[in-house]
């Protein structure tokens, strides 16, 4: 069966730290770029962070650049979202997907679902 499971979340206060996992199955996440999306309750989802699979390249959506660090363990077959200096406004479901990447010359600036997403895990950021 094909799926991704995400692991990580929870409740921490303001400043803490979270790492979530995206582990595959079914399927090598080896040849396949991954982002990591969000939505909160009334939001429009918000592509967070994405990673390709040829040169590790990434983007970082500018509300999380300089917080958040998306890495890979192709031999783990997981993906991981480093999250650190958390704020109230990173409250939110995120989830993992297989997406299209898009460039702006050589920089990764876009990444779009493609093909498998996740079910999510909640991060909760509160006092």
């Known amino acids: 069966q094909v799926q991704l499971v995400e692991s990580g979340g929870g409740l921490v206060q303001p400043g803490g730290s979270l790492r979530l996992s995206c582990a595959a199955s079914g399927f090598s996440l080896i040849n396949y770029a991954i982002g990591w999306f969000r939505q909160a309750p009334g939001q429009a989802r918000e592509g967070v962070s994405c990673i390709n699979s040829s040169n590790g390249a990434r983007y970082y959506s500018e509300s999380v650049k300089g917080r958040f660090t998306i890495s890979r363990d192709d031999a783990k077959n997981t993906v991981y979202l480093q999250m650190d200096s958390l704020k109230p406004e990173d409250t939110a479901i995120y989830y993992c997907?297989?997406?299209?990447?898009?460039?702006?010359?050589?920089?990764?600036?876009?990444?779009?679902?493609?093909?498998?997403r996740g079910q999510g895990t909640q991060v909760t950021v509160s006092s």
């Open positions: 997907a297989t997406v299209v990447t898009y460039y702006s010359g050589t920089a990764l600036s876009r990444c779009q679902e493609h093909e498998y």
